[in-house]
Each structure stands twice: as C-alpha cells, then as structure tokens.
C-alpha cells in the first residue's frame, strides 16, 4: 500500500513502481486518444453513413453535433457529480461506456439508433477527457509531472489530427460500421489496461460548479476559452465537411481521401510539437501564427485546392496548423489560472466540445444551402476572428512574445 500511496502523491517511485507510473499514464493517454478519436470518427465517413442511413451529408454532420454538443455539457458536470469516486473506477465506467456506445454505432439500422450512440458517446468523452487532464501529477513524481501532463493530453493531439484518416481508412476497406467496431475493440484494451494499471485514486476535494464557473471572470481565461472557441469552432466546421469537398470541389478520387487525410495526420502531430517547443517562448505569438495559417490554407482550397496536388498541400498546411492548437491553448489557460487548472480544464473541454458541436452545424448548414465548398469560407472567416481575438485579448502574465 506504501508503493500505491507514494504513487498517488507524486512521490519518487523506485524501480519497478517507477515504470508501472508510466505505464499507468500512457494507459491515461491511450483513454484520452481513445474517446477523441471516438468523437471525431463520422468526419470521414460521412458519405457512407450519409448513404446507408438514407440521410443528407448535413444531417449525417449532426452525428459529431451531438457528440459535442453533450460533451460539452457533461465535462464541466462530470467532476461535481462523481467528485467523491475513486477516478480508476470511474474512468473504466466511462471507457466501457464509450466501448458500448460505438459497437451500438456499428449496428445502428437509421438515424435515431445512431443518435442515441453518439449521445452515450459524447457522454463518456466528456467525462474522461475532463478527469484525465488532473491525473498526470497523482501517477509520478512531482518533478516529471509536466512531462506526464503532455503526455496525456498527447494523446488528445494525435487523436484530433490522425483518428479521422485512421477511420476514414479502416472505412474504405471494410465498411464505415468495420470502422466503430475497431474503435470499440481499441476501447476494451484501454478499459482493461487502466483497471490494472491505474492505482487506486480516491478523489480529492470536490468542486462544485459554481467555482468553475467563476473562472469566466478572469479576463485572461475569458480571452482564451474565446479563441479556443473560434478555431475549432473554424476548423469543425469546414473539416467536418471536408470528404465530400475533396470529392466535389477538389475531384479527389473516393479511393484516395483516405491517404490525403493521413497526409493531414501526419503533418498535424508535426504541428502539434513545433508548437510544444514554440509556446514555451510566446504563446501569443504561437496562436497568432496558428490563426493565420489555419485562416488562409482553409480559404484558398475552393480556388487553389481545385485538383488533387493543391488540395494535398493545403491540408498539409491546414494539418500543420491545427495540430498546435490543443497545446497552445491549454498553455495559455494554464498560465492564465494556474491555481485552478482542473477547473480551468474543465472550461476547456467543456468549451471545445461545445465549439465542434456549433462548427459541425453551422457547416452542414452552409454545406446544404450553399454548397459543400462555401464551409472553407465560414471555416477560415473564423479563424480570422481568432487571430483578431488573440492579437488585442488579455495574454497571460508571460505569454506574450519573449513574456512581454
């Protein structure tokens, strides 16, 4: 009991407990991986669960509305309402409960069975992604916590830019329905490996909803939760809809979307650590240069992405640029309420689910009034207002370029 209680407290753990610590956090990290990559799966199968369902793009879109629009909800809540939980026991709930979900995804005869998925689905994301992210420092010792904490939230990243061409993939070669069935398969391994690699954590003291709330009053927060929302907001709702503009405007063939977006992944988890090593000096000056990236790559795809070679490049650009959007904000929001950053987590989850969910449905609503191609336009114009939002908010006590 000595070895668990040094783990929990951040302890140094010698030997043998030192590599279970680590193992107990990649098993977190694989949770976090596992629950985005669930929430972000219909992006590229849209057109197949679109067909299947005998439902418009634009309704299909509302698959990841859901997910989000719930996710959004349950994260801030989750922490209040199962505040007095041991986390192990919770976060293996909430996995089996995602595992549950997907398979119910897979099988789903029309809409309304596949709405119920993905509301269980949103719920279990939402819980997970919100308790793991104050983890990391109850696993290791206290000087690696820092290192433990990017690792979880790692698997966030790669989740965002690698879990739609993974799925896109599996479902050009089995079948969208193959596609949940791995996810949920991926599910019941991280499920078990958290039972048997996660100590026990008892919870600490429980915070009620109305000091997170709070946390809206701090300028500095405020500014970042804005322009977290603005670039996701941006980005779901033109990359929610980007198979069927890669097919209509850019003429790509079915065959290849799947190899474009993993050209998208790829550069993404570049992204995701040149802004790591980048935002320790400016973490203004990184979310500007996000901002503009993200902004003109996703506006010039309608003009210079009309072929294949453009459209790989764009993305490759657009990939480049959002998988450093995770790390960048969650530094910012950590500078701005160090003092309360599982409060501060909280907002952020609660917040970027919320910022998919209003993205996905402004897309499909500009998707099937105006066209597939009129998202970049609304996708970019939001990224755009990030970049005004980052250049004149309030920047956290050293966030500025060279901590200015």
């Keep these: 009991m000595a070895k668990i209680d040094d783990l929990t407290a951040g302890a140094p753990a010698p030997g043998n407990a030192a590599v279970r610590a680590w193992l107990a956090v990649l098993a977190v990290a694989a949770g976090t991986f596992t629950v985005v990559t669930s929430e972000m799966l219909p992006v590229g199968l849209l057109t197949p669960i679109g067909d299947a369902l005998d439902i418009t793009e634009g309704t299909a879109g509302l698959t990841l509305t859901v997910t989000g629009v719930v996710g959004a909800v349950s994260a801030p809540l989750v922490t209040s309402a199962v505040g007095r939980l041991d986390r192990r026991l919770v976060l293996c709930a909430l996995m089996a409960l995602l595992t549950a979900a997907n398979v119910l995804a897979a099988w789903s005869p029309d809409f309304t069975v596949m709405t119920v998925a993905r509301v269980l689905v949103g719920i279990g994301m939402g819980g997970v992604w919100s308790l793991a992210g104050g983890l990391a420092v109850r696993l290791v010792p206290a000087k690696s916590a820092g290192t433990a904490t990017s690792m979880v939230f790692s698997g966030i990243a790669v989740a965002s830019v690698l879990g739609v061409p993974a799925g896109t993939y599996i479902g050009e070669r089995a079948g969208w329905r193959a596609a949940f069935l791995v996810i949920a398969a991926l599910g019941i ?216």
Aim: hydrophobic letters at 50%.
């Design 189 to 404: 391994v991280v499920t078990l490996a958290m039972a048997v690699l996660l100590p026990p954590l008892p919870a600490g003291q429980p915070v009620g909803p109305g000091g997170v709330l709070r946390l809206f009053g701090n300028p500095e927060v405020a500014t970042g939760l804005a322009v977290v929302a603005l670039l996701v907001c941006g980005h779901f709702a033109a990359y929610t809809y980007v198979r069927p503009v890669l097919e209509d405007v850019s003429g790509v063939n079915a065959g290849l979307v799947g190899a474009l977006l993993l050209v998208y992944g790829v550069a993404g988890v570049a992204g995701n650590f040149l802004a790591g090593a980048r935002v320790r000096r400016s973490v203004k000056g990184t979310l500007l240069v996000i901002s503009g990236v993200l902004a003109v790559s996703v506006l010039l795809i309608p003009g210079l992405g009309a072929s294949t070679p453009g459209a790989l490049t764009l993305l490759a650009v657009w990939g480049l640029a959002y998988g450093g959007v995770s790390v960048s904000a969650q530094t910012w929001l950590s500078k701005a309420a160090p003092s309360a950053r599982e409060g501060v987590t909280s907002l952020f989850v609660g917040v970027f689910n919320g910022a998919i969910a209003v993205g996905a449905t402004a897309g499909g609503r500009m998707a099937d009034g105006f066209g597939t191609g009129s998202v970049m336009w609304l996708g970019g114009a939001l990224a755009f207002g990030a970049l005004l939002t980052t250049l004149f908010g309030r920047v956290p006590s050293g966030g500025g370029a060279r901590g200015d």
